[in-house]
């Protein structure tokens, strides 16, 4: 990294937008994004995290990149996991313990297949991307 | 196989016993029926939190949110939507319910909240500051230090209204005003993170999720009062958010947007951390200063403000984390975007941590004017265990309880000072009727009472005094004319304190009063607490026409108190006896009485 300048700074904001517009990098068209503020790392959230790691190196899925970021809000139901998988719509879990981390690759990431009883709402619009 | 539809149908309790189970399999059956069973997989999520609307039904991918669905209604809903593809309209959440949000009309959605401060948490990585970038982050600071004058940002600020959202409400862009024309070779930008209110963490979640933004703020201050170095006073108790502030800084100097020449530039300015020791009087602002510069924490009188003699005697800038974590968007989006969110004195959102007796706590962002009943029963899914809504606290140790009256009344800082609480820094805790407002207050005040500096005699003394009358009178010793000298205590803290911790400190007390009254009356009377909280108020006995003689409860009791043979009446020795109430809760008879 070197000191930006203006043009830098616009040139690096545009290639960027456009990798988070794709919502993919280095091939990774899956991600899994996970609250870890305080709060989720309180109820659990790097269990989860190392569990979705260990298991997406298990079944050897080479395009789903794991993530982390901060607190969505959702105390109530930590530890929250969002998922973006291409042509499905994007989904957050709530209450993500190990053993449903792994339901999460095997049954939305592998099959498609919606989660019961984990969903939960994004809280609020998002003002900044469009 | 991706399916082209997803209908959520809400699995929360409510929503099921109000015959979403049945409208799970009439809907099942309506698809089947319409031939769509490989398009459409139906799932069932965790409680959505709208449980005063459910069922409540959410369609994937169009978001169209449906509300009291009833079984009768899968057939339309199936027909109209997945077949024809039209929304029903009868169905849909009526967005004209959130009246703080019409000025935003033309955005389709149905949620109450509204994220300014919170835009990027949960959405970014916060260790990177290229997602931080992408996400229009430090566009605002290429404005200000390109297209912008330090007057411009000042106007932007007055013109979107923003005030101070550590509690007293004062207005940002005046305070700015103040710094830049006051004069001095050297000015300070300080970002007071020193979070102390119990139950509150909106600004460690804005740190940890978003540090940058705070950052670019500090600076985009900076630039305008004309300071060249900002400090964060941040609560060494926050080791996730001062690790993601260090990790933010160091990034955000590899990329030359903090320290010399600023993206080339000729504005300089750079940040540094000071940890606080956890000291609740360390918030206010005269105590952080004395902590930054390495003195004991202790306030001093103003004037002079902060903004002209503050830092080692400098112009200094002081903000709380989600006032600055505003700035940003309202210098990009600009000031009459801000303005039109909110109520006609308190423009914008307010963040706050949502906890205590309800469903779904959780960090929340509502536009200004949003009531508490929105709040507490849309989005925190009501009282939990649907107990009864007693009070609601904000502020803090310095705010107020609101009871059920005043449900509806629209937040904003006017009308939470007429009510008398306090917005303060955005602690929301609900209570239902299992808690006892004496025993809150008491609370509150062991709180103030531990964190007072000592330095005045009003408060060190006067917290004291409240809170040994509040002793008296949940142990039962009240009397009648405490209530008065209570009272009277309070009026003298509030008027003599030297800071707004003593002048705050009775807050909780005369709120209380306020409201609850009969509450206070019913322990200093009747030697009796409604809630049964109060130990010492509380006498449990073994109604002997109920006791079939289990023996659950002498096996229960940790102080041997509860005597009697198998299958023969029990009887409780009121002298051994510590009140516990665990005998109360395992009797499967109701024996156990209290009162």
Known sequence: MSRLTLE??????????????????????????????????????????????????????????????????????????????????????????????????ENHVQKHQLLDGHICDRPAVDIIGK | MVSKYYILICGGTACDSNDGIRLTEELKKEITKAGLTKDVQIVRTGCLGFCEMGPIVKILPEDTFYVCVKPEDAHELVQEHLVKGRAVPRLLYDRRQSQTLV?????????????????????????????????????????????????DVIAELEKAGLRGRGGAGFPTGKKWMFSMNAPGDQKYIVCNADEGDPGAYMDRSTLEGDPHSILEAMTIAGRTT????????????????????????????????????????????????????????CGEETALLASIEGQRGTPRPRPPFPAVKGLWGKPTVINNVETLANVPVIILKGGDWFNKIGT???????????????????????????????????????????????????????????????????????????????MGSGGLIVMDETDCIVDVAKFYLQFTVDESCGKCSPCRIGGRTLYN???????????????????????????????????????????????????????????????????????????????????????????????????????????????????????????????
């Open chain 1, 8 to 105: 830098d700074l616009r040139k690096l904001r545009e290639t960027q937008q456009k990798t988070m517009a794709l919502r993919e990098s280095e091939g990774k068209d899956v991600q899994i994004i996970i609250g870890m503020g305080t709060c989720g790392i309180a109820a659990g959230a790097k269990d989860t995290f190392s569990t979705m790691i260990n298991t997406v190196a298990e079944k050897g899925l080479s395009n789903v990149m794991v993530r982390q970021t901060g607190c969505m809000g959702l105390c109530h139901s930590e530890p929250t996991v969002e998922v973006i998988v291409p042509d499905m719509p994007t989904i957050i879990y709530g209450n993500v313990t190990p053993e449903v981390a792994r339901q999460i690759i």
């Open chain 2, 103 to 151: 000025a935003l009309e033309g955005i389709d959605f149905y949620q109450k909240q509204f994220r300014i401060v919170l835009r990027n948490c949960g959405v970014i990585d916060p260790d990177k500051i290229d997602e931080y970038i992408a996400r229009d982050g430090y566009r605002a600071l290429e404005k200000v230090l390109f297209e912008m004058t330090p007057a």
């Open chain 2, 469 to 595: 009358y509040l002793e008296k009178i949940t142990n039962g010793e009240g009397k009648a004319e405490d209530i008065d000298t209570m009272l009277e205590t309070a009026r003298a803290m509030q008027r003599a304190s030297l800071c707004g911790l003593g002048q705050t400190a009775p807050n909780p007390v005369v709120s209380t009063l306020r409201y609850f009254r009969e509450e206070y009356r019913e322990h200093i009377e009747n030697k009796r607490c409604r809630a049964g909280k109060c130990k010492n108020l509380l006498q449990y006995t073994i109604n002997p026409e109920k006791c079939v003689g289990c023996t659950a409860c002498a096996r229960v009791c940790p102080a041997n108190a509860i005597t009697g043979e198998r299958k023969q009446k029990h009887t409780i020795d009121g002298e051994k006896c510590i009140k516990c109430g665990q005998c109360h809760e395992v009797c499967k008879f109701k024996a156990v009485e209290r009162s």
């Open chain 2, 226 to 281: 004309g300071a060249s170095m900002g400090y964060i006073y941040i609560r060494a108790e926050y080791p996730l958010a001062i690790r993601r502030l260090e990790n933010a800084i160091a990034q955000a100097h590899a990329y030359g947007l903090l320290g010399k020449n600023i993206l080339g530039s000729d504005f300089s300015f750079d940040i540094e951390l000071r940890f606080g020791a956890g000291a609740f009087v």
């Open chain 2, 344 to 422: 006609a004195t308190s423009k914008g959102t307010k963040v706050f941590a949502l906890t205590g007796k309800v469903k779904h706590s959780g960090l929340i962002e509502v536009p200004m004017g949003t009531t508490l009943r929105e709040i507490i029963f849309e989005i925190g899914g009501g009282i939990r265990n649907d107990k009864t809504f007693k009070a609601a606290q904000t502020g803090g140790p310095s705010g107020g309880v609101i009871p059920p009256e005043f449900l509806d009344t629209p937040i904003d800082y006017e009308n939470l000072a007429k009510i008398g609480s306090i």
